[in-house]
């Protein structure tokens, strides 16, 4: 069974950098592509990025300048940098699975890790 | 880039039919085949309930369906159950940007 795992801290200072890992279990890392997913408090979805084995990434462009998503295949875990944080950044963050290069749709989800971004 | 537009709000009794709209552009929603749908209950992640427009993941309720008509897809959901109650929100490939998809903003789902 493909599960995935959020962690991180729950509280970032404003101008700080949040940076979260996701850890997946069943699955490797080295195929499919790994996506970061945001929802600010009572709001929609937000796609934020994603990785795909380590030498392609993709970002929104409304926040490419702050984010880095980066891979570490040996610990089969993925990881989500975003410098600069404000409260605009506080939301819910998810790590969720794309399977294939066509497969536009997220079949795995992780639970979640809520991020406040405050003084 | 505009979110996919999508009802605020609809109801239905147990039993009945909700029909959940998700309208975009022919640079997403209506040039290709890629629209999925994700239900939510409160405090939960979401979960895939229909992807490439009609197809439902293994363990899905049959009584989940999905269309597309032009630049509008929609969410069909038959024999309303008090369980269904949740968020559901769709999500589209688009050609336009750069982003993997986009979503909409979301409908909020209440069984009276």
């Known amino acids: 069974q493909v599960q995935l795992q959020e962690s991180g801290p729950g509280l970032v200072k404003p101008s700080e950098t949040l940076s979260l890992t996701c850890t997946v279990s069943g699955a490797s890392t080295s195929s499919s592509y790994w996506s970061w997913i945001r929802q600010p408090p009572g709001k929609g979805l937000e796609w934020i990025g994603c990785?795909?084995?380590?030498?392609?990434?993709n970002y929104n462009p409304s926040l490419k300048s702050r984010i880095t998503i980066s891979i570490d295949m040996s610990k089969n875990q993925f990881s989500l940098n975003m410098s600069s944080v404000t409260a605009a950044d506080t939301a819910v963050y998810y790590c969720?699975?794309?399977?294939?290069?066509?497969?536009?749709?997220?079949?795995?989800w992780g639970r979640g890790n809520l991020v406040t971004v405050s003084s | 880039q505009s979110a996919l537009t999508q009802p605020a709000s609809v109801s239905g009794s147990p039993g009945q039919s909700i029909t959940i709209s998700c309208t975009g552009t022919s640079s997403d929603v209506g040039g290709y085949n890629y629209v999925s749908w994700y239900q939510q209950h409160p405090g939960k992640a979401p979960k895939l309930m229909i992807y490439?427009?009609?197809n439902r993941p293994s363990g899905v309720s049959n009584r989940f369906s999905g269309s597309k008509s032009g630049n509008t897809a929609s969410l069909t959901i038959s024999g309303l159950q008090a369980e269904d109650e949740a968020d559901y929100y769709c999500s589209s490939y688009t050609s336009t940007s750069t982003l993997d998809v986009l979503f909409g903003g979301g409908t909020k789902l209440t069984v009276l």
């Open positions: 969720a699975r794309r399977r294939g290069g066509y497969d536009w749709y997220f079949d795995l």
């Open positions: 490439d427009v009609r």
């Open positions: 990785i795909y084995y380590s030498v392609s990434t």
